[in-house]
């Protein structure tokens, strides 16, 4: 049901006198003149409900993420440990071989 205009210049009169012209035209500006626009507690209440739905969906997909992520974490260690074994090896292995060439020489 809309709000008539003459209801509205009441409430316009009314606040005027009560919180002054510039506050009454502000809070006046800030009211629909549809009341079938203003929010309900069972509207609050169901926006309240998808967003706790869409939260919980957020907290799945970081949990799913950080299972990934610990998963490269682990992944990367372990290919780093395979690359250092490697390096060292190999230095090693050059090593050998330059001291055994010196030490033909």
Known sequence: MATRAPNR??????????????????????LPENRDQLATRSD?????????????????????????????????RAQTRIYITAMLGSMVGVAGIAFAAAALV
């Open 44 to 76: 609050i209440d169901r926006l309240g409900q998808i967003l706790g739905q869409r939260i919980e969906g957020v907290e799945q997909n970081m949990e799913r993420f950080e299972t990934r992520l610990w998963d490269f974490h682990e992944a990367l």
């Open 9 to 30: 210049d009441n409430l316009y009169e009314k606040l005027r006198e009560v919180l002054g012209p510039d506050e009454a035209s502000t809070l006046m500006e800030l």
